[in-house]
């Protein structure tokens, strides 16, 4: 098997990507959540495309923070996004952009294509497989278009007076673990990211019990490499793992740690094992933020500037 080396071995994966256009953002509504104020925002991602989602902006804020974006989870449940992680519905356990957010990191939190706000087939799951078949017959991939929106969402991010761009953030459970891996792979300014749950290859993937994710599906990406070439990317950045004992999204994290682990400094790349099925619990969850702390507060110099 051969090893993706550069990004733009991966561009040509991905397939096209949309056109970037004007962000066009407009500041829709307020809510004072005590330490933090949640603000409904929306902008553009295309030209003829508009995606809602939510800033929380930590109160009395006098200097420049690091800045996070906190991906939702996929668990089917597509009536849910970026209100579970704000801790509006849900799990409790996923609504660490508000967990975030009171520890004084400013946050967004969107909606990925398909879900909540972007799910125009609610309450089906239908929009998710018209996203990828509609894309995969042009030649496209769903993934490039998810990527794409992620890195317009920092685009906004990264423009707010309150966050300093040199300390940018990503957090994601299950679905969100995934894109914690590939969003970093592509768009450096993502300084620390943790994936939690969602560190399983392709190969582990090729069973009836785990599959492949449609957001995930690549043409011919098994040619050129796995997801552990993909990690390999994020490089010299740094990038928490977290897996567990019983869940079938965390299969082959050890492999792709030794496979992965030469390209980082010392210390960039960790996994963390731990017990249970799919899940991130309040103590993951606290490992999690300690080591955003550690590589995104100040006093810690970014790498790759």
């Known amino acids: 098997m051969l090893e993706i080396m550069d990004r733009d071995d991966l561009k040509r994966l991905l397939g096209p990507f949309p056109v970037r256009c004007p962000l066009d953002a407009v500041l829709l509504e ?14 553009a991602v295309e030209t003829d495309e508009r995606v809602k989602s939510f800033l ?4 009395h804020i006098n ?10 989870q996929h668990a089917s449940q597509f009536h849910l996004g970026k209100s579970e992680v704000v801790g509006l519905k849900g799990d409790a356990d996923q609504a660490y952009a508000s967990e975030l957010a009171e520890r004084g990191y400013v946050v967004i939190a969107p909606d990925a294509l398909a879900f909540e706000e972007r799910n ?34 920092l685009d906004y991010l ?9 300390r940018i953030g990503f957090i994601g459970h299950s679905y969100g673990g995934k894109m914690a891996i590939w969003a970093p ?3 450096n300014r993502i300084r620390a990211s943790v994936s939690n749950c969602g560190c399983v290859s392709y190969k582990q993937s090729l069973v ?12 011919g990406v098994l040619q050129f490499g796995d997801v552990e070439d993909i990690v390999r990317l994020v490089s010299p950045r740094a990038l928490l793992l977290q897996a567990t004992s019983e869940d079938v999204w ?56």
């Not at 004072?32 to 409904?40: A, F, M, S, V």
């Open 208 to 219: 009836r019990d785990t599959g492949v994710q449609m957001e995930f599906c690549l043409p």
């Open 120 to 153: 125009w087939s609610n309450p089906s799951g239908y929009a998710e497989y018209y996203e990828l078949a509609t894309r995969l017959v042009q030649g496209r991939t769903l993934l490039s278009k998810c990527l794409h929106d992620v890195s317009v969402a």
């Open 250 to 305: 965390s299969r082959g994290a050890t492999v792709i740690l030794e496979h992965a682990e030469s390209a980082f400094p010392e210390g960039k790349l960790k996994l963390r094992c731990w017990p249970g099925g799919h899940v991130f619990t309040q103590e993951m969850r606290e490992a999690a933020y300690r080591f955003l702390d550690e590589h995104l507060q100040r006093g810690n110099k970014p790498d790759g500037i």
């Open 185 to 187: 792979a592509l768009d």
């Open 158 to 166: 990264v423009a707010r007076p309150e966050v300093d761009p040199l």
């Open 30 to 43: 307020t809510a004072d959540c005590g330490l933090y104020i949640r603000e409904t925002i929306e902008y």
């Open 56 to 59: 929380l902006v930590p109160k």
């Open 63 to 72: 200097r420049s923070v690091p800045a996070i974006f906190a991906h939702h």
